[in-house]
């Protein structure tokens, strides 16, 4: 370990709150797996969590520990007319020592209002994540917000350790986090830019590229592998037209193949859709993503099979509640969060203008494994590196947190329930 991430563990295992930051490929991984076979031969009571299903699968994956949604680890139920509620709270507590939250950035202010609820008195909470991702859909800045306060023992982790296995992608994020632009095209590369200026012709591109250009690039199930990442949802370039568009080449319409409408979304068995918002009696959540694996037209019921529900069945859905899914061919930035695919592909349009700012392209980019690819402009590309602005987030968190706990940060312990 570096001496940062030596720090890092040595202050989880003192303080009450820590919080770990740091861009792809600095060992955040690695730093949580020493901690946690630290807390192990301490005999201390751990528990793993994230924001999303996918999320959390890529926390177990990477740590050999089990991770669960934040609301699983709250024991969420639906109350009366749909709403939510956990049963673990500030009556009844989460049984552990140590809590660990990945993907900290995504995390709105109720359900962080509801962990810190939860936590056990003297128990410890270690907050992990890149705070120069995209805000969390929901109200709040709460990653970003912690940190600013400096109240909280914060480590922030910057050296590149997988730089020489990692390619263009991991170096390109910490250029593009920096303000400068990104390096492409080199033979045999990981990260590329095809220029289309024309957005109108940018739908028939990436078709091309998911379709035809990439799977001979490298060896993958477009299908699974390939997402295509796109700011807007309206527009030529935009989530709707590419779904529409990506649609037709991956699955489109035989008379064999069953399918239903709902509003202007034709559903076809083997489409690949996306939950677009939180059902709890369901147990799916805003960003699963699945396949439809059953469709009876007669009855206008759909099933999908969600891809972080393994050994679990498919979830049913009647037609008034086709308006929870929509196709997943393309998914908005946001969507992405949490999120990691071997291959991404990412529209950048001046059409796309309000949108183009430097943490939207960093999280777009970050979400690949193996491979980026660009479609549209250079000048989209530096319009959106050089806009730092982001859309403020008046949550006054910070200044909060900095009365709460005076001048230094000592007496911040979690748990006491306030």
Known sequence: ?????????????????????????????????????????????????APTGRAAKRMAEATGFEAKTIHRLLEYNHAEGGNLCFQRNAERRLETDVLIIDEVSMVDNMLMYSLLQAIPDGARLVLVGDADQLPSVGAGSVLRDIVNSGNIPAIHLEEIFRQDQAGMIVVNAHRINRGELPSYNKPKGDFFLVEVADARAIAATVVDLCTRRLPKYLPCNPLEDIQVLSPMKRTTAGVEQLNRELQKAYNPPEAQKPELFYKDIAFRLG????????????????????????IDAEEGQLAVQFSDRE????????????????????????????????????????????????????????????????????HAVAKAVRNNRESKRYTHLAERLKEEAGVGSREWGVGSGE
Request: zero cysteines.
């Open 271 to 294: 489409d690949k859709v996306m939950q677009i918002k939180n059902n709890y009696e369901k147990a799916v959540f805003n960003g699963d993503m699945g396949v439809i694996s059953e």
């Open 311 to 378: 050994g679990e069945g498919p979830v049913f859905y009647e037609r008034a509640e086709m308006e929870e899914l929509a196709l997943a061919y393309a998914i908005s930035v946001h969507k992405s969060q949490g999120s990691e695919f071997p291959v991404v592909v990412m529209v950048m349009t001046t059409q796309h203008q309000i949108m183009l700012q430097r943490n939207l392209l960093y999280t777009g980019v970050t979400r690949a494994r193996s491979l980026v690819v660009l479609v549209g402009t250079q």
């Open 1 to 49: 370990l570096s001496p940062r991430q030596k720090q890092a563990v040595e202050l989880a295992m003192r303080e009450g709150v820590v919080v770990i930051t740091g861009g792809p490929g600095t060992g955040k991984t690695t730093t949580l797996r020493t901690m946690l076979q630290v807390m192990e031969e301490e005999g201390r009571r751990v528990q793993l969590a």
